[in-house]
């Protein structure tokens, strides 16, 4: 196993610190953003077999943090862990965002060749990101996680970016997208 901070340290070209917070306190997180060069926030969503999601949102912990970090340093990088799209309310505040799915448990060498640039991001999404989560054509309870064990499928064959397409919605990053 490799953790981010593991694959991180041993990527960092010669002379580069690397520090690291845990990110139970936004100021203390802040606090170490501020006075460093790049700042990496990881996020990820809790998702496991025989349970939906209940929101594609990260929370406000998480989306907090995100935001008090990007505050106290411009170059804020995020990588998200998540098995689906999210939405970003800090998107316009960070330089970049990097989707790794649920790389393994090499994931810090993997994660750190992207972020070093040894290696290129060159994969594209295969699910499209909305902006919020009204954007989505399961957007309601009864669609979406369902209710009392039923799921309400009222999209048709508006599936995926079809939907997108016939409501005239512009996604966030469409499928494909990279």
């Known amino acids: 196993t490799v953790t981010p901070l593991q694959g991180i340290t041993a990527a960092a070209p010669s002379g580069v610190t690397v520090t690291y917070n845990n990110g139970s306190s936004d100021s203390s997180a802040a606090s170490a953003a501020a006075s460093a060069s790049v700042a990496v926030v990881f996020a990820n969503l809790n998702e496991s077999e025989g349970s939906d999601l209940t929101s594609i949102d990260l929370g406000s912990t998480q989306d907090g943090l995100i935001s008090a970090v990007a505050a106290a340093n411009p170059n804020t990088i995020v ?20 989707e790794a799915w649920y790389p393994g448990q090499e994931d810090g060498t993997a994660i750190a060749s992207l972020l070093f640039g040894a290696a290129d991001p060159s994969g594209h999404l295969t699910v499209t990101f909305p902006t919020s989560l009204s954007q989505v054509p399961a957007s309601t309870a009864a669609e979406w996680p369902g209710q009392n064990g039923t799921v309400q499928y009222s999209e048709g064959v508006d599936v995926g970016y079809r939907w997108y397409d016939a409501q005239k919605l512009t996604p966030l990053y469409p499928f494909g997208y990279g």
Request: proline residues 5%; without cysteine; glycine residues 10%.
């Open 79 to 98: 990588v998200l862990n998540t098995g689906s799209a999210v939405v970003m309310p800090w998107l316009s505040s960070v330089k970049g965002v990097l």
